[in-house]
């Protein structure tokens, strides 16, 4: 069940994640071993999945044995948690050769986690991103951060440790602000020049040390369109693998409508109404398009559209 009354793309995973387990290597073994066990597949960050019968895709499970083979030991494999009392696993396969057309054969295809994300059940997608992105962190901290020296997987995945300085490292996860800025009746959207031709979309950026997210949201308005924030107020959140952010989504007061893009990190700036807003969500601006409803952007935008404030 949901924790909030919103709930975006990559966001509820059902899984009990049994973070108390994790430290127990013999009842992750048993778990591992177990003929009911399952696993989740990931190629070079894509998703392992088949057809569901409702015309969409779903996970293709694996045999949590079968992933245990290919992984060919512990720096391949994740614990992922608990389905009641099913434990799920996730392995990590890389390289140029498709495993669907090796191993995998006749058992599911891999497909762009981000091409497929609404197509997926959401709980489907949300195990899958967390899959995702704890690889990619362990991918990209091979090597201990202290010392230099080559680390090692332990806790079921979730953690590596230096055996030369016994340092232990984390996943890490990067918080962005995201935030629709609004004025009297009118949000104010940007785009950036590298975008799609004619995408606007809410204003982020990372949170820095030492900043509240209401400091963060104010700062990057008044950075990249001269807007002074009034007030913040929260809408919800999105992990979002890409490779590590939890997107922090936003609607903000600000003091005036006049913004100036600071044409560095945006181009350009416009103002919508609500009924503006709308029609760019439904896409009857032609030449203009807002994120599609997978971006928390969208829903951003959404919420405010159709909101009666």
């Known amino acids: ?155 079921g995945g979730w953690k590596r440790s230096c055996p030369a300085c016994k340092v232990e490292h984390f996943p890490r996860t990067d918080p962005v602000v995201i935030m629709l800025a609004v004025h009297e009746d009118r949000c104010m959207l940007g785009r950036q020049e590298i975008w799609p031709a004619g995408m606007f979309s809410a204003l982020a950026g990372f949170l820095e040390p030492g900043e509240t997210i209401e400091e963060a949201c104010a700062r990057e308005l008044e950075e990249e369109a001269g807007l002074k924030t009034v007030s913040v107020a929260y809408h919800s959140t999105q992990p979002w693998p890409y490779p590590s952010s939890l997107m922090i989504g936003l609607i903000a007061q600000v003091a005036n409508d006049e913004a100036t893009p600071d044409q560095t990190e945006l181009s350009e700036v416009r103002w919508f109404t609500k009924p503006e807003a709308r029609d760019l969500i439904a896409g009857k601006i032609e030449g203009t398009f807002a994120p599609g409803a997978m971006a928390i952007a969208h829903q951003l935008l959404k919420s405010w559209a159709e909101s009666d404030d």
Not at 67 to 77: C, F, H, M, Q, V
Not at 124 to 144: G, L
């Open 1 to 155: 069940m949901p924790l909030s009354a919103f709930q975006n793309t990559f966001a509820g995973n059902p899984l009990n994640r049994a973070s108390e387990r994790r430290g127990d290597a013999s009842w992750l073994a048993e778990k591992l071993a177990a003929p009911d066990s399952l696993a989740v597949a990931v190629w070079n960050g894509k998703p392992f999945v088949e057809n569901a019968k409702d015309g969409g895709v779903q996970i293709a499970y694996l045999p949590s044995r079968m992933a245990e083979e290919l992984a060919g030991g512990p720096e391949r494999l994740l614990f992922l948690g608990l389905w009641q009392e099913t434990a799920v696993f996730a392995v990590d396969l890389e390289g140029g050769v498709d495993p669907a057309d090796g191993p995998l054969a006749g058992l599911g295809r891999f497909e762009d986690l981000r091409a497929m994300a609404l197509r997926l059940p959401a709980t489907d997608a949300a195990i899958m991103a967390t899959s995702k992105q704890m690889f990619e962190w362990r991918r990209r901290h091979r090597h201990c951060a202290s010392c230099g020296e080559q680390t090692n997987v332990i806790d």
